[in-house]
């Protein structure tokens, strides 16, 4: 098993940018499809993006489509959120995960590890 580290998190106003990094240790991300999932206060962890492994495709929840972007840099073993135009509403902690061997990552059930999380707060 490897080892997720996500960075990036922070407060910022509505309508800033911020870009969440996931760094992973210990085992190459070439053949895993990654994903990012957020948890906001009193509300359970929910699906935010993800890229397949070949990053052939991405896929977004529709509050963040058209304001995230998610990408990878396999050489880095890398995966970014570039996270534009921020609402209050997304604040939450950020996860990273990272999903079965050449799987999808779309939902919870697709996630087999876990980071520790970032936290981003949005003030309005």
């Known amino acids: 098993q490897g080892q997720l580290v996500e960075s990036g998190g922070g407060l910022v106003q509505t309508g800033a940018s911020l870009r969440l990094s996931c760094a992973a240790s210990?085992?190459?991300?070439?053949?895993?499809?990654m994903g990012w999932f957020r948890q906001a206060p009193g509300k359970e962890r929910e699906f935010v993006a993800s890229?397949?492994?070949?990053?052939?495709?991405?896929y977004y929840t529709d509050s963040v489509k058209g304001r995230f972007t998610i990408s990878r840099d396999n050489a880095k073993n890398t995966v970014y959120l570039q996270m534009n135009d921020l609402k209050p509403e997304d604040t939450a902690v950020y996860y990273c995960?990272?999903?079965?061997?050449?799987?999808?990552?779309?939902?919870?059930?697709?996630?087999?590890?876990w980071g520790q999380g970032t936290q981003v707060t949005v003030s309005s």
């Open positions: 995960a990272a999903g079965a061997i050449r799987g999808l990552l779309t939902d919870l059930s697709g996630a087999r590890s």
């Open positions: 210990g085992r190459a991300i070439t053949n895993f499809p």
């Open positions: 890229i397949r492994w070949s990053g052939s495709s991405t």
